[in-house]
Each structure stands twice: as structure tokens, then as C-alpha cells.
């Protein structure tokens, strides 16, 4: 890699790490620099590498824009993947910070956990997602560079996979009021399909997906603003739920 390229990799991400600490929002890369897909990724592996060498551990992989009904939310019609770290996930039923974040918004997933390449439990789970870009306004490149808004995760119980989980109703719930609707047929049809295209994405860029990671497959539905104080469930039918609250300040 030239050392330009190699430069201008760090400072992208270096801006976007700077942004999610200090919880402000930044312009779009691409307005700034010129930015493809392929760079956009080595900008998200940098940009979690600082994270990695601030102690946090790589613990999974996230899918993104799965389903048509995010696609369409945020008007970026390809699939793409982020990585987990530790540090982001909350345990079921945990609080949240909403002040540690710019504008947050909050979607059901899927989660599988795995284990010798084979999917060795499911979870319904819930996703924070946090774009580090002014009015959550982004490209495909922007979007990947920022590990694809990636904020925080909750797992609900993990169990044995069911042998169909192609169509399971999704429910989100906000202060028990279901506020968005949605089947996990949403997710590329399968949420095991999002897996192997999770593979082959990961892949692409040297990512191996490793024993006891955890899997999100991708929203079912649109994400919802996450409010200070909101007590947030996600269900999804035969798995049960996850859930959160958001503190108050
Ligand atoms: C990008 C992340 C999308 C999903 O589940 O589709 C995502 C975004 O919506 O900001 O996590
Ligand atoms: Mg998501």
C-alpha cells in the first residue's frame, strides 16, 4: 500500500473514531475525499483497530441493509458488514446511555452465535445503531468506512436453532407499544442466508468468521429513534425477546 493511501486510511479513520468518543457528528467522507467501497473497508478495519488498541476485543460481525425496509430508510441498496467489539454489547435487559451517543436509533435482529462453522445457537437480539454523520445522511462507502453505524447490541436467550426460520414475526416495542412489524423473511428471505452471504462478504476482505462470534443477520425493520428513558423489547416469534432501557440522562 503506498504510503499516501496508507495516510489517508488512518485520518478517515481517526475522524470517525474522534466522532463516536466525543459523540459529534461529522461531514460525509466522500464529501471530503474520494472513497470507494474497497478503501471504505480497510477504513472500517482501521477504525476498529483503534478501538482493538484501546483493549477492546473483536467479537462478532453485523450485517447491514438485509432487509428492503432498511435499504430503503437510509436509501443504500447494498448489503454490507461491520465488525462487534466487546465494549458494545449490553446485556439483556441492561441500561443505556443515550447522552454517549449522536442520534440513535434502535432495530430487532437476529443473532446467531457460532461455533465450528455451523450455527450453534439463535437469539432475538437488538441493535443500536449510531451513524457518525450529520443527519444520519450517508453513501455505501461512508457507511461501511463508519463500521456501518454500528453502536451497540443486546442478545436475548440463546437456544438450539429451530429447523425453519424463515418466516418468525418480528415485533419492535417501545414502552410496550409495538412500533414496528416485520418476519425474519424480510432478511434476504432467511436470516441464514444473510450468513452465508456474511461469509463471502467477510471473505472478500481476509475476515474469517471465528468460533463464538456472534452474528446479526440485519433488521427485519426500519430502525426507530432511541429515546432518553424508552424501554425498548425486541420479540421475535418462537425465540422470545431482548430488551433494553435507555437512562434517563
Ligand atoms: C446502517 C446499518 C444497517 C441493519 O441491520 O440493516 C444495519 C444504518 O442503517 O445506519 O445495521
Ligand atoms: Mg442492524
Redesign the pocket.
Known amino acids: 500500500m503506498s504510503e499516501e493511501r496508507a495516510e489517508k486510511i488512518a485520518k478517515m479513520a481517526e475522524l470517525l473514531d474522534d466522532a463516536a468518543v466525543t459523540a459529534t457528528a461529522i461531514p460525509q467522507l466522500t464529501k471530503v475525499f474520494s472513497l470507494g467501497v474497497d478503501t471504505a473497508y480497510a477504513v472500517q478495519e482501521a477504525l476498529v483497530g483503534r478501538r482493538l488498541a484501546r483493549g477492546e476485543k473483536l467479537v462478532g460481525i453485523?450485517?447491514?441493509?438485509?432487509?428492503r425496509a432498511?435499504m430503503a430508510?437510509?436509501g443504500?441498496h447494498e448489503v454490507?458488514w461491520?465488525r462487534l467489539t466487546d465494549a458494545t454489547a449490553i446485556p439483556d435487559g441492561g441500561t443505556v446511555r443515550t447522552a454517549g451517543f449522536i442520534h440513535p436509533?434502535i432495530?430487532p435482529?437476529v443473532a446467531f452465535l457460532l461455533r465450528g462453522g455451523e450455527i450453534a445457537a439463535v437469539a432475538p437480539a437488538l441493535?443500536i445503531?449510531d451513524?457518525r454523520y450529520a443527519n444520519?445522511e450517508?453513501t455505501q462507502p461512508d457507511?461501511v468506512a463508519d463500521n456501518?453505524?454500528?453502536a451497540a447490541y443486546t442478545i436475548g436467550p440463546w437456544q438450539a436453532a429451530p429447523a425453519d426460520l424463515a418466516n418468525l414475526g418480528v415485533l419492535l416495542e417501545v414502552d410496550g407499544r409495538v412500533v414496528q412489524t416485520g418476519s425474519t423473511a424480510a432478511i434476504l428471505g432467511d436470516p441464514r442466508r444473510a450468513l452465508a452471504e456474511g461469509r463471502r462478504l467477510t471473505a472478500r476482505h481476509g475476515v474469517k468468521l471465528a468460533d463464538d462470534w456472534v452474528f446479526?443477520a440485519?433488521?427485519a425493520t426500519e430502525?426507530v429513534p432511541l429515546r432518553p428513558g424508552a424501554h425498548v423489547r425486541a420479540v421475535v416469534q418462537g425465540l422470545g425477546s431482548a430488551s433494553i432501557k435507555a437512562a434517563l440522562a
Open positions: 453485523k450485517m447491514g441493509l438485509t432487509s432498511k430508510q437510509v443504500v454490507i461491520g436509533r432495530e435482529e441493535e445503531i451513524s444520519f450517508f457507511v456501518t453505524s454500528a446479526l440485519g433488521a430502525a
